[in-house]
Nanobody, 116 residues
């Protein structure tokens, strides 16, 4: 069973930055994609950023140019650098691993708060 642990959330003012980290108990080299999702209070969970083991990335339009996803396969870690944060970025952020057999593994999430 893959275990994922997120860290790095917190309270930041508009325009500030945070770096989220996700540690995996298993190697990241055999997964299909590694992803960050977020879920604001009362809303659905949305995909924010995706990265493959080879480094191909994709982003939601709302975060393009502000967020950067990266991976350190040796350390089994996935990162999300978030710059120029806005109140609408406030949410619980979840790390997700999607495997080639379509299994999904989730962390418990880390809260990001950006006061308006």
């Amino acid at each position: 069973q893959v275990q994922l642990v997120e860290s790095g959330g917190g309270l930041v003012q508009t325009g500030g930055s945070l770096r989220l980290s996700c540690t995996s108990s298993e190697t990241l080299l055999s997964v299909d994609t590694m992803n960050w999702y977020r879920q604001a209070l009362g809303k659905q969970r949305d995909l924010v950023a995706t990265i493959t083991p080879t480094g191909r990335t994709d982003y939601a339009d709302s975060v393009k140019g502000r967020f950067t996803i990266s991976v350190d396969n040796a350390k089994r870690m996935v990162y999300l650098q978030m710059n120029n944060l806005k109140p609408e970025d406030a949410a619980v952020y979840y790390c997700n691993l999607h495997t080639w057999t379509s299994d999904d593994y989730w962390g418990r999430g880390t809260q990001v708060t950006v006061p308006s």
